[in-house]
């Protein structure tokens, strides 16, 4: 009891310490980074993974965090070093600052691994268990990420396009619509001829923000202040044409009130985003989560063939632009508990009870 009682004060269910506790045993480096296990009799925490002998269960009560186990007063284990980075994520920063740094438009691992010191395998296996994406699909990430920092710095397009490696304009205008949201010549002017129109609504949330192009819903934001709303929309596109709308999309508003209130969708909404190749995987993977219902994080990088990306996964819902459109307020850690939510925890739990209430 006094063990169940002690996690439980941790917001750590009985089911989770269990899990957490099968982890402990089997040294599993997967949930590195997961959480720790702190020892009363010795006032130390630990890698789930750690090489030291196995305590007694009675004597281990789990925190999600090494800040935790500190504030509680233990110290961190000398053989595992929780309090220090761990490997994968060391060696995943290491790659990308190469990658940054590339202006090679194909990545070639071998290379990559050697001047890395480590193997292909490995390497491989840490990108999947750190971002959830292969070393090409973040190499490409990274290389949209230059190209548009050097656009809005001032560059012309042939520079950009050269020193971030695209063998040619029809390279990055393939991606152009999908991860600037617009065509390079537009996204350089910082939208400068880009026509996106806002209206902002009230809703049992507060203030409702939605932004849309001629294409489709750019965003969704909730908020209290209607000026922080239109200076989130602005900060993205500093010199767009952003004004406030006519009715040209009024039943995407309307249709998104409705989903607010947890009514059933009466349309399918056309959208128009800046998004990873992995991003849009996890939001389209949301999109089929039924109304009512919810996932966790690893359900959901299971469902997309990467179980070993949940924390990729929770990045993904964290960046969504378009929420309620995206129902990323349906992903719930693995013990049931609700987990960050952008626009505000309390926002969260009241879409779920709404969309609950409503199938019932």
């Not at 491989?124 to 809005?152: D, S």
């Not at 600037?180 to 902002?200: E, S, V, W």
């Not at 128009?272 to 991003?279: G, K, R, S, V, Y």
Request: aromatic letters at 6%; a positive charge; charged letters at 25%.
């Amino acid at each position: 009891m006094r063990r169940t009682q002690s996690n439980l004060a941790q917001n750590i269910s009985a089911h989770a310490a269990a899990r957490y506790w099968r982890a402990t045993l089997a040294r599993d480096s997967r949930a590195d980074g997961s959480f720790v296990l702190a020892v009363r009799s010795t006032h130390i925490y630990c890698r789930p993974s750690c090489p030291a002998r196995r305590p007694l269960r009675r004597n281990v009560i789990f925190y999600r965090t090494r800040e935790e186990a500190e504030k509680n007063g233990y110290r961190a284990c000398l053989r595992c070093r929780p309090n220090e980075i761990a490997g994968p994520v060391v060696l995943v920063q290491r790659a990308a600052s190469q990658l940054m740094e590339s202006s090679d438009e194909g990545v070639r691992l071998g290379s990559l691994a050697a001047a890395l010191g480590t193997t292909q395998a490995t390497l491989r296996r840490a990108f999947l268990q750190v971002t959830g994406l292969k070393p090409r699909e973040l190499a490409e990430a990274l290389r949209v990420k230059r190209f548009k920092a050097m656009l809005r710095a001032g560059k012309s397009i042939a520079d950009a396009l050269y020193e971030t490696g695209y063998g040619s304009t029809s390279r990055v205008y393939e991606r152009s619509n999908a991860q600037l949201g617009m065509t390079p010549a537009t996204y350089r002017k910082g939208g400068i001829g880009m026509k996106i129109g806002y209206t902002i609504a009230k809703s049992p949330l507060g203030k409702v923000l939605v932004a849309a192009t001629n294409r489709g819903v750019s965003a969704v934001y909730l908020g209290d202040a209607e000026n922080a709303l239109v200076a989130e929309l602005r900060e993205e596109y500093p010199r767009a044409e952003i004004s406030q709308a006519a009715d040209s999309f009024q039943r995407w508003v309307r249709e998104i009130m409705g989903r607010i209130e947890g009514k059933q969708p009466r349309m399918e909404l056309p959208l128009d985003l800046q998004a990873t190749a992995f991003q849009r995987r996890v939001w389209q993977e949301l999109q089929r989560i039924p109304r009512g219902r919810t996932r966790t994080y690893s359900q959901v990088a299971r469902s997309l063939g990467k179980p070993k990306a949940v924390r990729a996964v929770a990045r993904a819902c964290a960046t969504n632009p378009v929420s309620i459109v995206v129902p990323c307020h349906r992903v719930i850690r693995e013990d049931g508990a609700l987990a960050g939510y952008r626009w505000g925890l309390s926002r969260k739990e009241q879409l779920l009870a709404q969309e609950q209430a409503a199938g019932n």
